[in-house]
C-alpha cells in the first residue's frame, strides 16, 4: 500500500521558516515527481513546487520562488520543502503528491499519490 505522509507543519511568525518533509512507503521514489500543493481556507487547491525523479529539475509557483526550495533525497525515500520568509499568504494546509514520471516535473499534472496535508499557520 503506498502511502505518503507529510510532517513539520506548525505555527510560525511572519519571516520565519519551516522544513516539510514527505515520507514515501510502498514505493521507490526514484522514478516518481514529486510535488507541493497548498490550500488554504476557502481557497482553491494551488501548486507550489515540484522535483523531477532525480532531482535534476525544479519548478516553483511564482508566488513562492526565491523563498521555497524544494529538494528530496531518494535513499531516505524523503522529500522536503524548505519555507523561508513566510506570511500569512502561506497559510495553509500542505500536501506532497508523487506521479510516475521521469526526468522532469510539472506541476499542475495529475497525480496518483497523495499525502494526508500537514497544516502550516503563519501569524503576523
Known amino acids: 500500500q503506498v502511502q505518503l505522509v507529510e510532517s513539520g507543519g506548525g505555527l510560525v511568525q511572519f519571516g520565519g521558516s519551516l522544513k516539510l518533509s514527505c515520507v514515501a512507503s510502498?514505493?521507490?521514489?526514484?522514478?516518481?515527481?514529486i510535488a507541493w500543493f497548498r490550500q488554504a481556507p476557502g481557497k482553491e487547491r494551488e501548486g507550489v513546487t515540484c522535483?523531477?525523479?532525480?532531482?535534476?529539475?525544479?519548478m516553483y509557483a511564482d508566488s513562492v520562488k526565491g523563498r521555497f526550495t524544494i529538494s528530496r533525497d531518494n535513499a531516505k525515500n524523503t522529500a522536503y520543502l524548505q519555507m523561508n520568509s513566510l506570511t500569512p499568504e502561506d497559510t495553509a494546509v500542505y500536501y506532497c503528491?508523487?506521479?510516475?514520471?521521469?526526468?522532469?516535473?510539472?506541476?499542475?499534472?495529475?497525480?496518483?499519490?497523495w499525502g494526508q496535508g500537514t497544516p502550516v499557520t503563519v501569524s503576523s
Open positions: 503528491a508523487a506521479t510516475r514520471l521521469l526526468d522532469l516535473c510539472v506541476i499542475n499534472m495529475e497525480y496518483d499519490y
Open positions: 510502498g514505493l521507490t521514489l526514484d522514478n516518481y515527481a
Open positions: 522535483i523531477d525523479n532525480i532531482g535534476d529539475s525544479t
